[in-house]
């Protein structure tokens, strides 16, 4: 079991910074892959970026590549998202994710664990 708590989000201008930080306990989260998904209103959850195990790779979808980076730290039991040059389209819910597979982000069923996540707003 994967137990996954987020923070950070909130309120910020486009072009903005922000931090997402995601809080993980269980035996062997750090087992897994670990990523990101976010939920506009009115809008299905989609892959945002996600961490091998290992922490050696790492792969985003089109609309934050370049701008968004999902780090990991082990001893901390936190993984990261950082988010740079933030624009108003990227407005949604936040969601940390963990999963077994790394190859499998695409879409948001079956992954094994998620949090409850954070909202961030991004004003023009």
């Known amino acids: 079991q994967v137990q996954l708590v987020e923070s950070g989000g909130g309120l910020v201008q486009a072009g903005d910074s922000l931090r997402l930080s995601c809080a993980a306990s269980?035996?062997?989260?750090?087992?897994?892959?670990m990523g990101w998904f976010r939920q506009a209103p009115g809008k299905e959850r989609e892959f945002v970026g996600v961490?091998?195990?290992?922490?050696?790779?790492?792969y985003y979808s089109d609309s934050v590549k370049g701008r968004f980076t999902v780090s990991r730290d082990d001893a901390k039991n936190t993984v990261y998202l950082q988010m740079n040059s933030l624009k108003p389209e990227d407005t949604a819910v936040y969601y940390c994710?963990?999963?077994?597979?790394?190859?499998?982000?695409?879409?948001?069923?079956?992954?094994?664990?998620w949090g409850k996540g954070t909202l961030v707003t991004v004003s023009s």
């Open positions: 994710a963990a999963d077994k597979q790394y190859l499998s982000w695409g879409s948001p069923l079956g992954i094994d664990y």
């Open positions: 961490i091998s195990a290992s922490g050696e790779s790492s």
């Open positions: 269980g035996r062997t989260w750090s087992y897994y892959a």
